[in-house]
Every structure is written in C-alpha cells, then in structure tokens.
C-alpha cells in the first residue's frame, strides 16, 4: 500500500497537540485491524479509525491513482473522538 501526503501539514500536526503524530505515524493504523467508512463523496472520501502507537486516530483520505498505481492520500488526522472509538469496537 502507498500513502502519499503534504509533508508540511503532516509536520504541523505533529506539532498540535490535539494530534500528536504526523502522516508518517498515522500509516500504521492499515497495519492493525481498523474500522472504514466513507466521509464524503465529492470527491470520495474515506475515514479510517485505528491504533497508532497504543492510541485510537481517526485519518481521513482519498484513493487515487497514478502511472504506477493506486496510492492513499492522506488529508488529515486526529486523536478518535469517543463516538469514534466506540465505532472501532463494535465494528473491528
């Protein structure tokens, strides 16, 4: 899986405290059971709620494609909120 992202909005939420990790980190949450459903759909959008470091993220993203392939890009993330994380635990 390729992930692709705004390297300077991923190291200005690294910064936030609110979020704490940055794209980098956030791509862990594909490596663990997460919980999907769709945000918006123009364009389409997706949310993906997972473990990041021991800690429930919520990461909003598109899937697009280009000359070698389909890749995730990743728009935004934060810490799951407690409706979110009662998502992830009835539904993954």
Do not use: C
């Not at 692709?4 to 910064?15: E, P, S, V």
């Not at 663990?32 to 918006?40: E, G």
Request: aromatic share 14%; proline share 2%; no cysteine.
């Amino acid at each position: 899986m390729r992930f692709r992202f705004d390297q300077k909005k991923g190291d200005k939420l690294r910064k936030n405290l609110k979020r704490g990790i940055g794209f980098e980190e956030a791509q862990e949450i594909w490596t663990h059971p997460y919980y999907l459903d769709t945000r918006a759909d123009m364009p389409d959008q997706f949310r993906a709620i997972g473990w990041v470091s021991g800690r429930l993220y919520s990461v909003i993203f598109e899937i697009a494609e280009d000359s070698e392939g389909e890749y995730h890009h990743l728009i935004t993330l934060w810490k799951a909120t407690k409706e979110e994380e009662k998502l992830y635990e009835e539904n993954s």
